[in-house]
């Protein structure tokens, strides 16, 4: 661990490089730990799954304000913005003697004309009934996974009342879709703009246009992380998070833009335009994952003071924990619960002697066999409290949710001991080791 004077002779900029650096640290550890490539997975397939229809719906209804002309344009603009513009591979022409290029937004424009047409053929009233049950069940279904995924990684319940989900569905649905037309429209007026820029200036035209492209990302962003966990998410802590994807997303399409190639370059022989499957599927599920490790990051500031982050990421202790410790740790949750207040874990750390990361660990136990429960604070972070009284607790079933398991006990011998201490609170209930309220 570095020690507290080197890292107080800091200059400012270096304090703030380190909090950086811990903060991208704890991040990537977080998504391991929050089981976020499974999240990225099932976000992937509900994506998919209402890409097609949310986009043909979509233009049925927009055609009627931008005419078809108009709606191509705009769908190509989405596109470039997306990265699916970057997706193409080479394929053999009719004889094998040439090659062309297949482009993925080719294609799902192609799909999308056709589907158009055919929907707009039908009988009008089964296009609405049809249309519109489809567009909501599509849309929700794609919303309710990923509050589902933003709330894993926020910590927060999962209560939130019907009249709130919905109305926070349709100010994303219809926020997030303004912001997107209305970013490519500022979009294109400033790209004009730095076009008619004096010909000494024309240096600043690529920078510009790069930082024109990440604000539009920073501000969906920000919009996802502050309106769809089902918790209070502070302005600066979403806006650092945002920032931390915002940078990774418009890198990762960079990426994608100058390495597809080479990652299609041997699938073409075999699959030909089907190779742009697969690179799909990729492109979306690397932008979920991007997507919740900017949640990492601003769930991590809003809870976590810098001090705090450094001690969880530094910490080497053992991987073996007593579970005695989890006896003191619903011990402090008690005497807070006693008292009427929500227990922070920090702070319950802090009062046990105990890192940060070990309380989270014995608290997730905690959590999953029902004996604590996760709450939101007046300030809206957060935090723990008891699932029962404390009288109907006993040391027993704390005991039971985080005994050790036989092949993490360090040897025979240390296993007899905690036995021995085990056994002497097996009758004993949390109540009377809790007879006055917590520390203020």
Same mark, same amino acid.
């Given at each position: 661990?570095?020690?507290?004077?080197?890292?107080?002779?800091?200059? @400012?900029?270096?304090?703030?490089?380190?909090?950086?650096?811990?903060?991208?640290?704890?991040?990537?550890?977080?998504?391991?730990?929050?089981?976020?490539?499974?999240?990225?997975?099932?976000?992937?397939?509900?994506?998919?799954?209402?890409?097609?229809?949310?986009?043909?719906?979509?233009?049925?209804? #927009?055609?009627?304000?931008?005419?078809?002309?108009?709606?191509?344009?705009?769908?190509? @603009?989405?596109?470039?913005?997306?990265?699916?513009?970057?997706?193409?591979?080479?394929?053999?022409?009719?004889?094998?003697?040439? *090659?062309?290029?297949?482009?993925?937004?080719?294609?799902?424009? *192609?799909?999308?004309?056709?589907?158009?047409?055919?929907?707009?053929?039908?009988?009008?009233?089964?296009?609405?009934?049809?249309?519109?049950?489809?567009?909501?069940?599509?849309?929700?279904?794609?919303?309710?996974?990923?509050?589902?995924?933003?709330?894993?990684?926020?910590?927060?319940?999962?209560?939130?009342?019907?009249?709130?989900?919905?109305?926070?569905?349709?100010?994303?649905?219809? #926020? $997030?879709?303004?912001?997107?037309?209305?970013?490519?429209?500022?979009?294109?007026? #400033?790209?004009?703009?730095?076009?008619?820029?004096?010909?000494?200036?024309?240096?600043?035209?690529?920078?510009? $246009?790069?930082?024109?492209?990440?604000?539009?990302?920073?501000?969906?962003?920000?919009?996802?992380?502050?309106?769809?966990?089902?918790?209070?998410?502070?302005?600066?802590?979403?806006?650092?998070?945002?920032?931390?994807?915002?940078?990774?997303?418009?890198?990762?399409?960079?990426?994608?833009?100058?390495?597809?190639?080479?990652?299609?370059? $041997?699938?073409?022989?075999?699959?030909?335009?089907?190779?742009?499957?697969?690179?799909?599927?990729?492109?979306?599920?690397?932008?979920?994952?991007?997507?919740?490790?900017?949640?990492?990051?601003?769930?991590?500031?809003?809870?976590?003071?810098?001090?705090? #982050?450094?001690?969880?990421?530094?910490? @080497?202790?053992?991987?073996?924990?007593?579970?005695?410790?989890?006896?003191?740790?619903?011990?402090?949750?008690?005497?807070?619960?006693?008292?009427?207040?929500?227990?922070?874990?920090?702070?319950?750390?802090?009062?046990?002697?105990?890192?940060?990361?070990?309380?989270?660990?014995?608290?997730?136990?905690?959590?999953?066999?029902?004996?604590?429960?996760?709450?939101?604070?007046?300030?809206?972070?957060?935090?723990?409290?008891?699932?029962?009284?404390? *009288?109907?607790?006993?040391?027993?079933?704390?005991?039971?949710?985080? @005994?050790?398991?036989?092949?993490? *006990?360090?040897?025979?011998?240390?296993?007899?001991?905690?036995?021995?201490?085990? $056994?002497?609170?097996?009758?004993?209930?949390?109540?009377?080791?809790?007879?006055?309220?917590?520390?203020?």
């Amino acid at each position: 661990m570095t020690p507290p004077s080197a890292r107080t002779g800091r200059t @400012r900029t270096q304090r703030t490089l380190a909090y950086l650096h811990d903060l991208a640290r704890h991040g990537g550890r977080q998504l391991v730990r929050d089981r976020a490539p499974q999240l990225a997975a099932a976000l992937s397939y509900r994506t998919v799954f209402s890409l097609i229809p949310v986009l043909v719906l979509s233009l049925i209804a #927009l055609k009627a304000f931008y005419g078809e002309q108009g709606i191509r344009e705009l769908l190509d @603009r989405v596109m470039v913005y997306l990265g699916f513009s970057e997706l193409s591979v080479s394929a053999a022409g009719v004889e094998g003697s040439e *090659e062309v290029r297949v482009q993925f937004t080719q294609m799902l424009e *192609e799909f999308i004309g056709r589907a158009t047409q055919s929907v707009t053929q039908l009988n009008f009233r089964a296009i609405t009934i049809v249309s519109v049950g489809l567009f909501l069940y599509a849309a929700i279904s794609l919303l309710i996974q990923i509050e589902q995924a933003f709330n894993q990684v926020c910590k927060a319940g999962s209560g939130r009342r019907l009249i709130s989900r919905l109305t926070t569905y349709w100010t994303l649905l219809t #926020l $997030g879709s303004v912001g997107l037309v209305s970013s490519l429209f500022i979009g294109d007026q #400033l790209a004009g703009a730095v076009n008619r820029l004096p010909e000494w200036l024309s240096w600043a035209a690529t920078p510009l $246009g790069i930082s024109i492209q990440l604000g539009a990302t920073w501000l969906l962003f920000l919009l996802a992380y502050t309106r769809m966990p089902n918790t209070r998410v502070e302005l600066i802590p979403a806006a650092i998070g945002a920032l931390f994807a915002g940078l990774l997303w418009e890198g990762a399409k960079w990426g994608l833009s100058n390495f597809v190639g080479l990652v299609v370059k $041997g699938h073409t022989a075999v699959y030909g335009p089907l190779a742009l499957i697969p690179i799909v599927l990729l492109w979306i599920y690397v932008t979920w994952l991007i997507v919740l490790f900017g949640l990492e990051i601003t769930y991590a500031v809003q809870t976590l003071r810098a001090d705090a #982050l450094h001690r969880r990421l530094t910490y @080497r202790g053992s991987g073996v924990v007593d579970n005695l410790a989890a006896v003191a740790v619903m011990r402090e949750i008690a005497r807070d619960f006693n008292v009427g207040r929500t227990s922070d874990p920090d702070r319950v750390a802090a009062r046990c002697g105990l890192p940060e990361s070990v309380v989270d660990t014995l608290c997730d136990r905690l959590r999953e066999v029902g004996l604590v429960r996760r709450v939101e604070s007046e300030r809206g972070e957060s935090c723990l409290s008891l699932a029962r009284p404390a *009288e109907n607790i006993t040391a027993a079933e704390i005991l039971a949710a985080t @005994r050790i398991a036989p092949e993490q *006990e360090p040897n025979q011998a240390m296993a007899k001991i905690i036995a021995v201490q085990q $056994g002497a609170l097996e009758s004993v209930k949390l109540s009377e080791l809790t007879p006055g309220g917590a520390p203020a």
